[in-house]
């Protein structure tokens, strides 16, 4: 069995940076993920990043102002989110999977943690 537990998240304005953790304890993931679900939306995908950090992914509305990283010796995955918007507003949720999987759809993960709210204001 896998846990993961996000942190991080709160209260910022437009222009502001926040950094997500993700805490990994039960197991080793190979695939790690990103997701965010504003209300009345569906769950979209925000980055992903392999076992080794070399490879990694971002969907086209955070590319160039978030920076997903992990560390395997701390078992945490970051989000680093900057020049937050108040489209970025919304539970982001940490995803793993113990296999290489195709990383940006919800249904490729197997294991997912309660979520963090981020809240962007104008």
């Known amino acids: 069995q896998g846990q993961l537990v996000e942190s991080g998240g709160g209260l910022v304005q437009a222009g502001d940076s926040l950094r997500l953790s993700c805490a990994v304890s039960g197991s080793t993931f190979s695939s790690m993920g990103w997701f965010r679900q504003a209300p009345g939306k569906v769950r979209e995908f925000v980055s992903a990043?392999?076992?080794?950090?070399?490879?990694?992914y971002y969907g086209d509305s955070v590319k160039g102002r978030f920076t997903i990283s992990r560390d395997n010796t701390k078992n945490t995955v970051y989000l680093q989110m900057n020049s937050l918007q108040p489209e970025d507003t919304a539970v982001y949720y940490c995803?793993?999977?113990?296999?290489?999987?195709?990383?940006?759809?919800?249904?490729?993960?197997?294991?997912w943690g309660q979520g963090t709210q981020v809240t962007v204001s104008s």
């Open positions: 995803a793993a999977d113990r296999k290489v999987v195709p990383p940006t759809t919800t249904s490729s993960y197997a294991y």
């Open positions: 990043i392999n076992w080794t950090g070399g490879i990694k």
